[in-house]
């Protein structure tokens, strides 16, 4: 244990600079997985039939396979069709449909448990479907999603450590670099390991303030089976 605190000592600000990266590729993923798992959840559950295909298709085709996968074809596949995109926009891309993929179905099953008699109450004062889906029903949801929806967040953390494969330089790319350096690629994964247990124990903790702070003491959603 002792050569894990003296590469933490020796690289911590090369370990801090790869923190910033790999903080920065999970917030853009989690918002621009949200931004699109939002519409594609919308799309399923109110969508036209052509609308609900599309929306099934992309969310069983991210879901399914590996989101190294989704990398490569995206910062290697891509220029074969003309559109080549730097290691950082091909890394958040990535995150972010491979993300969207899991929020959009977060956010359906919380919208799906939302009673149908809310959607005949809006209509009946006078609402339009969609502005029913806006002002009664979407407010509803998206409190409701949170305590799946946070380990979203979590996760997305975690993965994003494959991004070092095209050389983008987050923490995990800063770990093998010490390893390279050190010769000691189980103190230098070590180290980085303390890394992501710090800032996953605090993002959970964010999160679970998040959720105590939206939470309404007694409120119960009404469910379809009811």
């Known amino acids: 244990m002792g050569s894990v605190f003296v590469i933490l000592q020796r690289f911590l ?22 931004a699109l798992g939002l519409t594609l959840a919308l799309m399923r559950a109110y969508g036209s039939k052509p609308l609900r295909i599309i929306a099934i298709g992309f969310i069983e085709l991210f879901r399914g396979t590996p989101l190294l996968v989704q990398l490569f074809l995206i910062y290697y596949g891509l220029p074969s069709l003309g559109l080549t995109l730097s290691q950082s926009v091909s890394a958040y891309l990535a995150l972010g449909f491979n993300s969207a993929a899991y929020q959009a179905e977060y956010i359906r099953g919380a919208i799906q448990s ?8 809006g209509r009946a004062i006078g609402l339009s479907r969609w502005q029913t889906i806006r002002f009664i029903i979407m407010p509803q949801a ?17 993965t994003s450590a494959v991004v070092f494969l095209i050389a983008v330089q987050d923490l995990m790319a800063r770990g093998k670099r010490a390893a390279s350096i050190t010769y000691n690629p189980i103190g230098s994964y070590l180290a980085i390991a303390v890394i992501y247990l710090v800032m996953v124990f605090a993002m959970s903790a964010l999160l679970k303030w998040l959720e105590r702070k939206t939470k309404i003491p007694g409120f119960e959603m009404e469910t379809e089976a009811a």
Request: charged share 15%; net charge negative; proline share 6%.
């Open 13 to 34: 600000p090369e370990f801090l600079k790869g923190t910033a990266v790999t903080l920065e590729l999970t917030a853009v993923g989690i918002l621009l997985g949200f």
């Open 142 to 158: 998206l409190r409701l999603v949170i305590p799946a929806w946070s380990n979203e967040p979590i996760s997305l953390l975690k």
């Open 114 to 121: 939302i009673g149908e008699s809310q959607m005949t109450a």
